[in-house]
């Protein structure tokens, strides 16, 4: 199964988009995948239901953590390989969606009763998040992750 299927196949499974996201990568880069989804878990619907960064983006900004981050205060070079990437997969997002940002790919803000309301009666999981999961996932598969 792919990186892309199986990060649908959670989303479609009750997890929220970080989840999904950095879970589908998750025992490629040696981690449990409950692990990554606990790690995960607050990053969904824009940070916390904040409506700020997508959460599938945070998702693929931890993926890109997993094979590149640093782990050793001096290692700039991991450092920057690492934003290197979150910035091309923001671009490439970006391009595709017109932005990263919650409020802005939703047309509502998750942080507000009302936008909360609209996000279900509109069914925007099914009819924006997962495209939004499936994307990031796409993107890091062409990134080589």
Do not use: W
């Amino acid at each position: 199964m792919s990186s892309e299927e199986k990060s649908v196949e959670i989303f479609k499974g009750g997890f929220n988009c970080s989840q999904a996201v950095l879970a589908a990568f998750s025992s490629k880069y040696g981690m449990d995948e409950k692990a990554a989804k606990k790690i995960a878990c607050g990053f969904g619907a824009g940070c916390a239901r904040q409506s700020l960064t997508c959460g599938a983006v945070t998702g693929a900004y931890m993926v890109i953590g997993l094979k590149h981050g640093r782990t050793d205060k001096d290692d700039n070079a991991a450092r920057d390989i690492t934003y290197e990437n979150a910035q091309e997969l923001t671009e490439k997002f970006k391009s595709l969606h017109g932005s990263v940002n919650c409020t802005d790919l939703l047309g509502c803000n998750l942080g507000t009763p009302e936008g909360s309301r609209t996000f279900m009666e509109k069914e925007l999981y099914k009819k924006k998040c997962l495209y939004y999961v499936r994307d990031a996932c796409r993107i890091l598969d062409g990134m080589d992750y």
